[in-house]
């Protein structure tokens, strides 16, 4: 039987709205219904993609009815524009951050699931076939019990950046909420839920009001402890987007990786997936030589991969990837590590969403 063709409508037409527009129009399982967006250069994307642009989300339900919405828009209007969706009974897929404070992301989540309506968090990694192999990896034993982690996200990112966007230099605008809530769910999903945090934070390049790099430690539920480098003003390819090959607007840099995970009996690098293990546990000793080997990789595209489990939500299918409550906690840890800045201590997680 040939699979249902959902409608989709997006809303936000700026860079990664564009991008969602690109994967639908690539995808047998769904369909473009419109795209909401208010500003005047929307006019020229809705034209090319054929469908009607709307100014508003009551616009768009009092015209139609999508079987969901990808929301693509700045980050103080993702609460407000998920409870709409949640008000209409339309299940939605909410760009990172799900939402601008805890306890706004909270409000959202208890009205979605009060309504029982379906809300996904676009955290596009945990699609990412890298990270399910790196995942299957760690869970298969091999590495033994895992020790540390390391990881980190150092990049360049252009005077332009600022240009385009002045909110950036503010507080909520630097590395730590823009990227590091990306490196969160990663590290979630291959060490277990975060507990606690301690950080420390630079503004020297720029002299910003915001932080430009940051030195973070992560301690997790299973005893597992990590260290964090992160930076937007380092001449650095040890990021994602530079080693994964996953966005090809990157450069690409296939020798280096951005995470090690480290367990008694093995490491993984990511991405290079170069794995080192011994020949005998029972003689482990830094003496002895690894054996070492790379792990297989599929490089698709894992917008397309999130976009299949949004429809396949819709149609009933399947379960969310990641769900707004991971979404809601990945924003909690990275308000945790924004508060060990400010207070120069480690800021435990206990107790919170």
């Given amino acids: 039987m040939a699979t249902q063709q959902v409608g989709i409508a997006v809303a936000g037409a700026g860079l990664i709205g564009r991008r969602h527009v690109e994967v639908i129009s690539q995808s047998s399982g769904c369909r473009l219904t419109a795209i909401v967006d208010p500003a005047p250069g929307a006019a020229e994307i809705a034209k090319e993609a054929g469908v009607p642009l709307l100014s508003s989300l009551a616009d768009l339900f009092s015209r139609q009815k999508p079987d969901g919405v990808i929301l693509a828009t700045p980050n103080q209007l993702h609460v407000e524009q998920g409870l709409a969706c949640v008000a209409a009974g339309i299940p939605a897929l909410i760009e990172k951050p799900i939402a601008d404070s805890i306890e706004a992301g909270q409000r959202l989540c208890e009205a979605a699931e009060r309504a029982k309506v379906k809300l996904l968090t676009g955290h596009h990694r945990q699609h990412s076939p890298i990270m399910a192999k790196a995942v299957e990896v760690v869970r298969s034993g091999g590495l033994g019990r895992l020790v540390a982690v390391v990881g980190t996200a150092m990049f360049y990112k252009p005077d332009r ?161 990641v769900t707004a409550r991971d979404g809601l906690q990945n924003l909690c840890v990275v308000d945790a590590i924004t508060q060990a800045v400010r207070s120069g201590t480690i800021i435990s997680l206990a107790g919170r969403p």
């Fill in 161 to 321: 950046y600022w240009d385009d966007g002045p909110w950036r230099k503010q507080p909520g605008g630097g590395p730590i909420l823009i990227n590091m809530i990306h490196e969160v769910g990663n590290l979630r999903a291959l060490c277990g839920e975060i507990v606690a945090v301690q950080a420390l934070a630079s503004q020297a390049v720029r002299a910003f009001p915001v932080e430009d790099t940051a030195a973070i430690i992560l301690k997790f539920a299973s005893g597992v402890l990590g260290t964090f480098m992160l930076s937007d003003t380092a001449a650095s390819a040890r990021s994602w987007e530079q080693t994964s090959q996953e966005d090809k607007s990157y450069p690409t840099y296939p020798d280096e990786d951005c995470y090690v995970i480290a367990g008694t009996d093995g490491s993984l690098a990511v991405p290079t997936m170069r794995l080192k293990t011994y020949a005998s546990l029972a003689d482990r000793s830094w003496w002895k030589p690894f054996q070492t080997s790379t792990v297989k990789l599929d490089h698709t595209d894992p917008l397309q991969h999130q976009l299949e489990n949004f429809c396949a939500v819709i149609r009933g299918e399947a379960e969310p990837v």
